[in-house]
Nanobody
Framework: QGQLVESGGGSVQAGGSLNLSCAASGDLYTKNCIAWFRQAPGKEREGVAAIYTFRGGSPYYINSVKGRFTVSRDDAKNTVFLQMSSLQPEDTAMYYC???????????????????WGQGTQVSVSS
């Protein structure tokens, strides 16, 4: 049916920036809610941002990343991006993209609804 492949993680100092990409293949792009989740050691998986990949899908963000993270998409490349700036140590986590085939993004995100996940990419922010 397709797969999701994340890239772009790494290590930065506080205040730095990273850009993550999620390339979707097969049926996992058009008319999907593509979301970014993160999970830090010992913590539950948290929905960070999402965008619907059809027409003018508006992005969604959790409050802690508003103004710092931007989710966008490139329909020609079947790719969703997460641009992260002003990173803080509390942003350190494994970041995953996930796809849910439906007519909209439900907010807040519920990870158990997402059937398709990428392998994750590590983001580490040092103080």
């Amino acid at each position: 049916q397709g797969q999701l492949v994340e890239s772009g993680g790494g290590s930065v100092q506080a205040g730095g920036s990273l850009n993550l990409s999620c390339a979707a293949s097969g049926d996992l792009y058009t008319k999907n809610c593509i979301a970014w989740f993160r999970q830090a050691p010992g913590k539950e998986r948290e929905g960070v941002a999402a965008i619907y990949t059809f027409r003018g899908g508006s992005p969604y963000y959790i409050n802690s990343v508003k103004g710092r993270f931007t989710v966008s998409r490139d329909d020609a490349k079947n790719t969703v991006f997460l641009q992260m700036s002003s990173l803080q140590p509390e942003d350190t986590a494994m970041y995953y993209c996930a796809a849910l085939t439906r007519d909209y993004c439900h907010w807040p995100l519920v990870s158990t609804l997402f059937a398709h996940w990428g392998q994750g990419t590590q983001v580490s922010v040092s103080s």
